[in-house]
């Protein structure tokens, strides 16, 4: 099943071998002047964005050492995944960056404090709804419900060329690991 996705979509939502769904989004106007706040001195309206999903085996609304072991677990396959893609691209002479999903700051070019909402934007880009819980927004996967962890990567970059290095990426990581002797 293919996710709904917006006028902003160069793709349709894809999975990685792990279960990580993602798309790649061109930049939407209103996100332009939020976005040259969390990366001073480049040119967004070429910059690519890369949503991704994981299912997560629990409701992550809820709290609890449950949910917080959960969302690290999350976290970590992520910020694997993203810091790989990232450093292929930069690696290519492309500009990249990631999220850190809990506080929405860039992870490669941290001079700012500005803070990405990755809620806002999954609703914007692929049309996930959201709903209150307390004093959070929080976003209803299609198929998942709130069981979701958001995390986005950008790039300026070709968009085949960022899909070959997600491919890439997806890849090296789905490959047991070798012992050696």
């Not at 990685?16 to 040259?36: A, F, I």
């Not at 085949?160 to 890439?168: C, G």
Request: glycine share 4%.
């Amino acid at each position: 099943m293919v996710a709904e996705v917006g006028r902003y979509a160069l793709t349709p939502v894809m999975t990685t071998s792990k279960g990580m769904e993602y798309s790649v989004h061109t930049c939407p106007r209103q996100y332009k002047s939020d976005l040259e706040a969390i990366f001073p001195g480049v040119r967004v309206m070429d910059l690519l964005i890369i949503p991704t999903c994981q299912n997560s085996e629990v409701d992550l609304v809820r709290t609890g050492e449950v949910i917080e072991e959960e969302k690290d677990r999350l976290l970590e396959i992520f910020v694997d995944f993203a810091k790989q893609v990232c450093e292929l691209l930069i690696s290519q002479g492309h500009w990249a960056d990631y999220l850190d999903p809990a506080s929405g700051l860039p992870m490669i070019h941290k001079d700012t404090n500005t803070v990405y909402s990755e809620v806002d934007a999954l609703s914007t880009l692929l049309h996930y709804t959201c709903q209150n819980a307390g004093c959070c927004k929080v976003i209803l996967h299609p198929k998942w419900g709130s069981s979701v962890y958001p995390a986005t990567l950008f790039a300026k970059a070709p968009l085949e060329v960022v899909l070959e290095a997600i491919n890439k990426v997806d890849e090296q990581t789905s490959k047991p690991a070798t012992r050696i002797p």
